[in-house]
C-alpha cells in the first residue's frame, strides 16, 4: 500500500509525463536519468493504450493502423525500440531539435506503422 501511494504521488510530481504530452527531447533525457522507471511505466501504458485503440479499430471492422504478426505481443521494450528507430528515421529528415519536439506517442504510431504495415 505505501509502495502504491509513493508511486502515484511520484506520477503526480510529473504530471507531464503521466497526464500531459510527453516530446521526444524529454523522454531521451529522462530514459537514462533516475526517472527512467517512470518513462517505463509511461511507455508501458502508452503502447498498451496504443495496442487496444488499434484492436477495437479492428473489432468495429474499421482499417488498423497497424498490423503485428498474430502472436507477437509488443512489449514495453518493443515499443522502446520502434520509438527509437522512429526517431532515428525523423532525423534524417528534420532538425533535431523538431524531432525532440515530437511527441513520443506520435512517434510510436509512426513506429508500429513503419514496422508493422497493413497489407
Known amino acids: 500500500m505505501k509502495l502504491t501511494i509513493l508511486l502515484f504521488s511520484i506520477l503526480i510530481s510529473f504530471s507531464t509525463y ?4 510527453l516530446n521526444y527531447g524529454i523522454y531521451n533525457a529522462q530514459s537514462s536519468s533516475s526517472n527512467s522507471d517512470i518513462i ?3 511507455m508501458s501504458g ?7 485503440a488499434n484492436t477495437s479499430i479492428e473489432y468495429h471492422h474499421k482499417t488498423r493502423l497497424f ?5 507477437l505481443a509488443i512489449t514495453t521494450e518493443n515499443a522502446q525500440q520502434i520509438l527509437e528507430a522512429e526517431a532515428k528515421k525523423q532525423l534524417t529528415k528534420r532538425s533535431k531539435e523538431d524531432v525532440n519536439g515530437i511527441s513520443v506517442a506520435l512517434l510510436l504510431i509512426g513506429g508500429l506503422m513503419d514496422t508493422f ?3
Open 46 to 52: 502508452l503502447n498498451t493504450g496504443i495496442v487496444w
Open 117 to 119: 504495415p497493413c497489407k
Open 18 to 21: 503521466s497526464f500531459g504530452k
Open 40 to 42: 517505463e511505466a509511461y
Open 67 to 71: 498490423c503485428p504478426p498474430k502472436r
